[in-house]
């Protein structure tokens, strides 16, 4: 009897444990996508495949500014693994470098807040925030896949 108890208390356990892992890996996935999300048009504008306009630009750049920190702070040690994740390990051996990249992204879009007021300030100043994104996916960041990867999860609900 008492065994069974002890037992049933250890699955419990587990079972919390697994949740809160799904947990912080579904809220940075959920943050990530949202800034990808308002990245789209952007994106499209960067590379001359859409007309300018400065709603959107606003847009990523106040998705980035709330949803970086919500990002940064969902990477529990006990995050590593499950809820899909695509995180590297790297994550974690590397995590004072990691949250650097991010305070500084989200410094630099709020000094692009001020500074891109029109297409030529965004030509200028857009380009260097996207190769962020760089800083951290595929080979040469290794916290997470290649964009193109990243990007194809997307199509798949959380
Ligand atoms: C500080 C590092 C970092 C930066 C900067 C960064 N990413 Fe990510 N991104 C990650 C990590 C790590 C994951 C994997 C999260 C997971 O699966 O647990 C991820 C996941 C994603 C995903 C997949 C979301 C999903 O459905 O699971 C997309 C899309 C994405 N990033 C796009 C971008 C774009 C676009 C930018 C630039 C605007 C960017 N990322 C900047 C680290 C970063």
Redesign the pocket.
């Known amino acids: 009897m008492l065994r069974i108890a002890a037992l049933s208390v250890v699955l419990v356990m587990a079972t919390t444990v697994q949740a809160q892992n799904a947990d912080a890996?579904k809220q940075?996935?959920e943050a990530?996508?949202a800034?990808?999300q308002a990245?789209g048009d952007p994106?499209k504008m960067m590379r001359g495949e859409a007309p300018f306009a400065l709603a959107p630009v606003q847009g990523?750049l106040k998705a980035?500014e709330a949803n970086?920190p919500k990002?940064?702070a969902?990477?529990p040690d006990d995050?590593k693994t499950g809820?899909?994740?695509?995180?590297?390990d790297k994550?974690w051996a590397s995590k004072a470098e990691?949250?650097a990249?991010?305070d500084k992204?989200v410094a630099d879009v709020k000094a692009a807040s001020v500074s891109i007021t029109d297409e030529a300030t965004f030509k200028v100043e857009y380009p260097k925030?996207?190769a962020?994104?760089?800083?951290?996916?595929g080979s040469r960041?290794g916290?997470?896949?290649g964009?193109g990867d990243?990007?194809r999860?997307?199509q798949?609900p959380?």
Do not use: D, Q
């Not at 962020?132 to 996916?137: A, E, Y």
């Open positions: 890996v940075r996935r990530m996508r800034i990808a990245g994106f990523v980035i970086a990002f940064k969902a990477f995050s809820g899909g994740t695509e995180a590297t994550v990691f949250n990249i991010i992204w925030l996207a962020t994104c760089g800083s951290c996916h960041g916290y997470a896949p964009l990243s990007f999860r997307m798949t959380l």
